[in-house]
């Protein structure tokens, strides 16, 4: 069946740092790759997502990347701060188009900022 | 309404005895899912719902859970028997019909004693 793994599980860097989370899926009919950030005893929040027709996308200090050749994807956080700090996870669906849109999410990677 | 509830926010029930949660989505929003996350785990796909067609109950994760969804809006998620390893926070999320992120509800916390 459909898969996504995650890694690394824990993260910790120092403020200022870059973080970078990586994704792999089995799906080769995946083509749409969200990312959320869960604070801790929050819901899950969309951060960034991606689309199979592009390679890459920023908005301010997050990037994603795409390699659709290998399967994986990546979220890069530049600059980090305190309050990036939180379990981020990545997922996958067949949803581009609309229609089916399940979401296969990776395990999580729990991200610790110090200052 | 303006963003996915889910209700009640915490549930303690005794083991053997059925639950029901609810999920209220974001007005016209076609698609409707269930996950569930264990303490410190990832998000377990439970059920799908999209517009009038039959739902993807394939992860279920057994014949003591089952989910319907009224009018295409309101959907309830009901547990039987319930068990210790139930206990969970149960999460709703919905989706307009084209491609697009989920928005997620504050989930259930659900404690079965």
């Known amino acids: 069946g459909e898969n996504v793994e995650q890694h690394p599980s824990t993260l910790s860097v120092q403020e200022g740092d870059s973080a970078v989370i990586k994704c792999t899926y089995s799906d080769s009919a995946s083509n749409y790759f969200p990312w959320y950030k869960q604070e801790l005893g929050k819901r899950p929040q969309l951060i960034i997502d991606?689309?199979?027709?592009?390679g890459e996308k920023k908005d301010q200090r997050i990037a994603v990347t795409l390699n659709k050749t290998a399967k994986h994807f990546s979220l890069h956080i530049t600059e980090t701060q305190p309050e990036d700090s939180a379990v981020y996870f990545c997922?996958?669906?067949?949803?581009?188009?609309?229609?089916?849109?399940?979401?296969?999410f990776g395990a999580g990677t729990r991200l610790a900022v110090h200052p | 309404g303006a963003g996915v509830s889910q209700s009640p926010s915490n549930k303690v029930t005794e083991k053997g005895k059925d639950v029901e949660l609810r999920c209220d989505p974001i007005s016209g929003h076609t698609a409707l899912y269930w996950y569930r996350q264990s303490l410190g785990q990832g998000l377990e796909f439970l059920i799908y719902f999209q517009g009038n067609s039959a739902p993807d109950k394939s992860g279920l994760p057994s014949d003591r859970f089952s989910a319907e969804r009224t009018g295409g809006s309101v959907s309830t998620l009901t547990i039987q028997r319930t068990q210790q390893e139930d206990s969970a926070v149960y999460l709703c999320?919905?989706?307009?019909?084209?491609?697009?992120?989920?928005?997620f509800g504050s989930g259930t916390r659900l404690t079965v004693v």
């Open positions: 997922a996958a669906s067949r949803g581009f188009s609309g229609g089916y849109n399940k979401l296969i």
């Open positions: 991606i689309r199979s027709n592009v």
């Open positions: 999320a919905s989706s307009s019909g084209t491609a697009g992120g989920y928005t």
